[in-house]
């Protein structure tokens, strides 16, 4: 007998008072799409609850056990909650990997839920996520896996309860060039090993493999014909000596450019939680013309591991060695400990030094999409591509350290169901642009130029210092000649010149192409110079500017292109951009006797400052003459307080803190 229920208020309320919900053997509760089975009392499953497309079942009491079975698809959602409540539940599998799927998972109150058989979260247009709250259990089974498609990746949320059993979570790789990736393992126990099954992983031949693809002490994967791709072995030129890995980590201490840092790793080396590993992908498993070279692209591939998934804070080990060059110390490759995508600059801008401490505020990603690095700044918020700066589940990444004794935990607080990877800004910001660099649609280079309150043309904190790619490089750079892939400049008010350094690994026609020059702000003129050419564009009634590079003396490098921005006079537009552009900070936050005030526009003077309390009432009052202050609250009660900062120029700020 099926049962289909149109849920209505009036039918939430009845079901609510009754004593229980029972489905029968051979029954069926059908929740339309637009629906909500919603219950506070005990709940029992001998038959099929099955929730359709966006449909939503809440159970907040009894269990789902027995032979009964939950049907969901991927955009329904399923709530289990209550007190002290524990249920065993089972997924109706009758086309085993499409029924049994859900869109999301939740679990809330003190409820203890145990899976029976298998579960799939699926993500669709919005990551499908699991979440349990603090006091719940999820007792996994070994049956709960986080798919991973085209379309995003599921994930475990910000989760304060417990989580059992292994967790399959997969990270699919589209299909592009055969480009590394820079990986990390969310889950616990897991090695290089585990990876070898799934794409074809080379390592130090010292002797040439006799079958090709076959797995073997020295060469893991390798082929000796395989001389051009990572880890070959190559009888003629280098016939005993250890080649690289196709995988490997990084060793901040190393001393040299950022390079010097990759270093070879083993067959059985720990994927450890919060590290970042570089791995060369050719593609699935079972075609071995990705080893030999006859099949020159990559394939896409579903990779996944399983294990115990990492939860709470997880301490990523940053290190800083200090050499004579500033720009090659402190670097890390970390990795995503989550099953979740991770907001780096929520993270930063949390200003915690428990959680981040002598870090600069700029992480990068690479991506195989454009054969480079994509980045953001937490400080200016400058968006180098990577939109937000959300580190997807699965991913490495690099920071750097700025001093001895860095700091980085991650947080589960930190948590983001963003999967989001904007190569490009969509955005629409007035007071920034960016110039995309290619010569096809295989690879690319990003820059981003951003007016931001007290920048000058030099590298600063508020800057995106360039990360090299191994072909395509755009950089800004100022009077001490740092490349940057973000540069902040101060607003335009009369005439400013912004050098740019153009690089590539061979002769050809290459594209420029200027992005949100429709919304910038309409008082500048941007125009790109050529001085190889003597040519000067508007670029904001002509977005794209084709050249051609060779070889030749000023036909690349530093000595060619300029960008020449002038301002119109307009005061009241510039102070409006001013303020919407200063931030306000206040450290430690949770403090206990001393709290810091900053304001990022060190020409703001003699600003007041308030502390209020969460009722409104000022608790204490003061001022600071230049961009900083300190306060003494150690005579505050403990509390949430908020901190008020103006002046005489508009500027009118608040942040919330806690004593």
Same mark, same amino acid.
């Given at each position: 007998?099926?049962?289909?229920?149109?849920?209505?208020? /009036?039918?939430?309320?009845?079901? &609510?008072?009754?004593?229980?919900?029972?489905? +029968? %053997? @051979?029954?069926? =509760?059908?929740? $339309? !799409?637009?629906?909500?089975?919603?219950?506070?009392?005990?709940?029992?499953?001998?038959?099929?609850?099955?929730?359709?497309?966006?449909?939503?079942?809440?159970?907040?009491?009894?269990?789902?056990?027995?032979?009964?079975?939950?049907?969901?698809?991927?955009?329904?959602?399923?709530?289990?909650?209550?007190?002290?409540?524990?249920?065993?539940?089972?997924?109706?599998?009758?086309?085993?990997?499409?029924?049994?799927?859900?869109?999301?998972?939740?679990?809330?109150?003190?409820? /203890?839920?145990?899976?029976?058989? &298998?579960?799939?979260?699926?993500?669709?247009? +919005? %990551? @499908?996520?699991? =979440?349990?709250? $603090? !006091?719940?259990?999820?007792?996994?089974?070994?049956?709960?896996?986080?798919?991973?498609?085209?379309?995003?990746?599921?994930?475990?949320?910000?989760?304060?309860?417990?989580?059992?059993?292994?967790?399959?979570?997969?990270?699919?790789?589209?299909?592009?060039?055969?480009?590394?990736?820079?990986?990390?393992?969310?889950?616990?126990?897991?090695?290089?090993?585990?990876?070898?099954?799934?794409?074809?992983?080379?390592?130090?031949?010292?002797?040439?493999?006799?079958?090709?693809?076959?797995?073997?002490?020295?060469?893991?994967?390798?082929?000796?014909?395989?001389?051009?791709?990572?880890?070959?072995?190559?009888? $003629?030129?280098?016939?005993?000596?250890?080649?690289?890995?196709?995988?490997?980590?990084?060793?901040?201490?190393?001393?040299?450019?950022?390079?010097?840092?990759?270093?070879?790793?083993?067959?059985?080396?720990?994927?450890?939680?919060?590290?970042?590993?570089?791995?060369?992908?050719?593609?699935?498993?079972?075609?071995?013309?990705?080893?030999?070279?006859?099949?020159?692209?990559?394939?896409?591939?579903?990779?996944?591991?399983?294990?115990?998934?990492?939860?709470?804070?997880?301490?990523?080990?940053?290190?800083?060695?200090?050499?004579?060059?500033?720009?090659?110390?402190?670097?890390?490759?970390?990795?995503?400990?989550?099953?979740?995508?991770?907001?780096?600059?929520?993270?930063?801008?949390?200003?915690?030094?428990?959680?981040?401490?002598?870090?600069?505020?700029?992480?990068?990603?690479?991506?195989?999409?454009?054969?480079?690095?994509?980045?953001?700044?937490?400080?200016?918020?400058?968006?180098?591509?990577?939109?937000?700066?959300?580190?997807?589940?699965?991913?490495?990444?690099?920071?750097?350290?700025?001093?001895?004794?860095?700091?980085?935990?991650?947080?589960?607080?930190?948590?983001?169901?963003?999967?989001?990877?904007?190569?490009?800004?969509?955005?629409?910001?007035?007071?920034?642009?960016?110039?995309?660099?290619?010569?096809?649609?295989?690879?690319?280079?990003?820059?981003?130029?951003?007016?931001?309150?007290?920048?000058?043309?030099?590298?600063?904190?508020?800057?995106?210092?360039?990360?090299?790619?191994?072909?395509?490089?755009?950089?800004?750079?100022?009077?001490?000649?740092?490349?940057?892939?973000?540069?902040?400049?101060?607003?335009?008010?009369?005439?400013?010149?912004?050098?740019?350094?153009?690089?590539?690994?061979?002769?050809?026609?290459?594209?420029?192409?200027?992005?949100?020059?429709?919304?910038?702000?309409?008082?500048?003129?941007?125009?790109?110079?050529?001085?190889?050419?003597?040519?000067?564009?508007?670029?904001?009634?002509?977005?794209?500017?084709?050249?051609?590079?060779?070889?030749?003396?000023?036909?690349?490098?530093?000595?060619?292109?300029?960008?020449?921005?002038?301002?119109?006079?307009?005061?009241?537009?510039?102070?409006?951009?001013?303020?919407?552009?200063?931030?306000?900070?206040?450290?430690?936050?949770?403090?206990?006797?001393?709290?810091?005030?900053?304001?990022?526009?060190?020409?703001?003077?003699?600003?007041?400052?308030?502390?209020?309390?969460?009722?409104?009432?000022?608790?204490?009052?003061?001022?600071?003459?230049?961009?900083?202050?300190?306060?003494?609250?150690?005579?505050?009660?403990?509390?949430?307080?908020?901190?008020?900062?103006?002046?005489?120029?508009?500027?009118?700020?608040?942040?919330?803190?806690?004593?």
């Amino acid at each position: 007998m099926k049962i289909n229920f149109i849920i209505i208020l /009036t039918l939430c309320l009845q079901l &609510a008072t009754k004593a229980q919900i029972h489905i +029968a %053997s @051979g029954e069926e =509760i059908f929740v $339309s !799409g637009t629906e909500n089975l919603y219950t506070t009392e005990s709940f029992s499953n001998a038959g099929k609850l099955s929730i359709a497309a966006g449909g939503t079942a809440t159970l907040n009491g009894g269990s789902a056990s027995g032979t009964g079975t939950i049907k969901g698809s991927s955009t329904s959602n399923l709530l289990i909650g209550g007190t002290s409540t524990s249920g065993t539940y089972y997924f109706d599998q009758t086309t085993l990997g499409t029924t049994n799927v859900l869109k999301n998972l939740t679990l809330s109150g003190t409820t /203890t839920a145990t899976f029976g058989n &298998a579960i799939n979260i699926i993500a669709g247009a +919005a %990551s @499908g996520n699991v =979440i349990v709250g $603090s !006091g719940a259990t999820l007792n996994t089974g070994g049956f709960l896996t986080l798919k991973s498609d085209i379309n995003g990746t599921a994930s475990i949320g910000t989760s304060g309860g417990t989580i059992s059993g292994n967790v399959t979570a997969e990270r699919y790789v589209i299909s592009s060039a055969r480009r590394y990736r820079f990986l990390s393992s969310p889950v616990q126990n897991q090695t290089i090993a585990n990876w070898m099954t799934q794409f074809y992983v080379t390592g130090p031949c010292t002797t040439a493999p006799t079958v090709l693809g076959a797995i073997n002490d020295q060469g893991w994967h390798s082929t000796w014909a395989n001389i051009t791709a990572p880890g070959a072995y190559n009888a $003629s030129t280098n016939p005993f000596g250890v080649k690289y890995t196709s995988i490997r980590t990084y060793n901040e201490s190393v001393s040299g450019s950022l390079n010097n840092g990759f270093a070879d790793v083993s067959t059985s080396t720990t994927l450890t939680a919060g590290k970042g590993f570089k791995a060369f992908i050719r593609g699935a498993i079972g075609n071995t013309g990705q080893l030999d070279g006859t099949v020159t692209g990559q394939t896409e591939v579903t990779l996944s591991l399983t294990g115990t998934v990492n939860q709470g804070e997880v301490n990523a080990g940053a290190t800083f060695t200090s050499t004579s060059i500033l720009a090659d110390d402190g670097w890390n490759l970390l990795g995503n400990p989550y099953p979740c995508a991770y907001d780096f600059n929520v993270h930063y801008d949390g200003n915690a030094p428990a959680n981040i401490a002598n870090i600069n505020p700029t992480v990068y990603v690479y991506s195989a999409l454009t054969g480079g690095y994509i980045s953001y700044n937490a400080s200016s918020n400058t968006n180098g591509g990577l939109s937000n700066g959300i580190i997807p589940s699965g991913a490495g990444f690099f920071i750097q350290a700025n001093a001895a004794n860095p700091v980085f935990k991650f947080q589960e607080a930190f948590k983001s169901n963003s999967t989001s990877i904007a190569v490009h800004k969509t955005e629409i910001k007035t007071d920034e642009f960016g110039i995309k660099y290619y010569q096809d649609s295989t690879e690319s280079d990003y820059l981003v130029v951003k007016m931001f309150e007290g920048a000058t043309l030099n590298s600063e904190m508020f800057d995106i210092k360039k990360f090299r790619n191994d072909n395509l490089n755009l950089a800004a750079y100022g009077e001490d000649t740092i490349d940057l892939a973000g540069s902040c400049i101060p607003f335009v008010a009369e005439e400013t010149h912004i050098k740019l350094n153009v690089e590539a690994n061979a002769v050809g026609t290459y594209q420029f192409k200027f992005t949100n020059m429709d919304n910038f702000d309409a008082n500048v003129s941007v125009t790109l110079f050529d001085k190889y050419t003597n040519k000067t564009t508007n670029v904001k009634t002509n977005s794209k500017y084709s050249f051609d590079m060779g070889a030749g003396l000023n036909q690349w490098g530093k000595n060619r292109f300029e960008l020449i921005l002038i301002g119109k006079t307009n005061t009241s537009i510039n102070q409006a951009n001013i303020i919407a552009n200063t931030n306000l900070i206040v450290y430690p936050n949770p403090a206990t006797d001393l709290l810091n005030i900053n304001i990022s526009n060190a020409g703001f003077k003699n600003a007041s400052i308030t502390i209020s309390s969460v009722s409104g009432q000022q608790i204490m009052i003061s001022t600071m003459n230049g961009a900083n202050a300190q306060l003494n609250i150690e005579g505050l009660s403990n509390g949430v307080y908020f901190v008020t900062v103006s002046n005489e120029n508009g500027f009118l700020k608040t942040v919330k803190f806690v004593k």
